[in-house]
């Protein structure tokens, strides 16, 4: 596709839920990110995906989250049991590999959890 | 350890005047540099970055940022700002030597130009 994308833009849910996003990365992005983005805030890295392989999730928060890209395109990121301090816009980014090279971010996941 | 300082939480400048937007960073080794742009509802859209050479970067929509060593600076300037310009800013680094490959952003700063 033309950029990265992200499904849903806008999920509520209710605390202990179990949620779903989803990317779409640019095709022929070997390099996956996760961030998450509190309000006010810039990014936080979560985790960090070459091609099928998940090489670095050193910043997800809890073993609440998770996350996979099993053919090494499509990612999706699981959080089990929401609390209300997962409430946050989740940002997905892609790029080619190299560590020069910059990455193209989706348009987010706005999670709310009520 | 890496980091981001953007020490402004907001800028405001006429239209029409030259604007800067300061940014400070912290690596063990040396550093690629990265400015991103955020619009309201919208993704990170890339900027432009610094990887080696000329210090003196430009990239888009006329926005340029200078790297200075010594300084460990990157600050993002444009000679003459739009009202158009007007969104949130984030500074990242990522660190040459280090095995990480993400990014660390600055905790942004928001550029208001005033028409």
């Known amino acids: 596709g033309a950029g990265v994308s992200q499904s849903p833009r806008y999920k509520v849910a209710k605390r202990g839920q179990d949620v779903a996003l989803r990317c779409d990365p640019i095709s022929g992005h070997v390099s996956l990110f996760w961030y998450q983005q509190a309000l006010g805030q810039g990014p936080e890295f979560l985790t960090y995906?070459?091609?099928?392989?998940?090489?670095?999730k050193s910043g997800l928060p809890s073993d609440r989250f998770f996350a996979e890209r099993p053919e090494g395109s499509v990612s999706t990121l699981k959080i089990q049991r929401t609390q209300q301090e997962d409430s946050a816009v989740y940002l997905c980014?892609?790029?080619?590999?190299?560590?020069?090279?910059?990455?193209?971010f989706g348009q987010g996941t706005r999670l709310t959890v009520v | 350890a890496q980091s981001v300082a953007q020490p402004e939480d907001q800028v405001n400048v006429a239209e029409g005047n030259p604007l800067t937007v300061k940014c400070t960073y912290s690596?063990?080794?040396?550093?690629?540099l990265f400015w991103y742009v955020q619009y309201p509802n919208r993704g990170l859209q890339f900027l432009l970055k610094y990887i080696t050479g000329d210090n003196l970067v430009k990239g888009s929509y006329g926005f340029e940022a200078e790297f200075n060593k010594s300084q460990t600076s990157f600050h993002l300037k444009k000679p003459s700002a739009l009202v158009s310009d007007s969104a949130l800013y984030f500074c990242?680094?990522?660190?040459?030597?280090?095995?990480?490959?993400?990014?660390?952003f600055g905790t942004g700063t928001r550029l208001t130009v005033i028409p």
């Open positions: 990242a680094v990522r660190d040459r030597q280090t095995g990480a490959n993400n990014l660390f």
């Open positions: 690596v063990s080794g040396n550093p690629y």
């Open positions: 995906f070459q091609n099928e392989a998940q090489l670095d």
């Open positions: 980014a892609s790029s080619f590999r190299g560590r020069n090279t910059e990455a193209f």
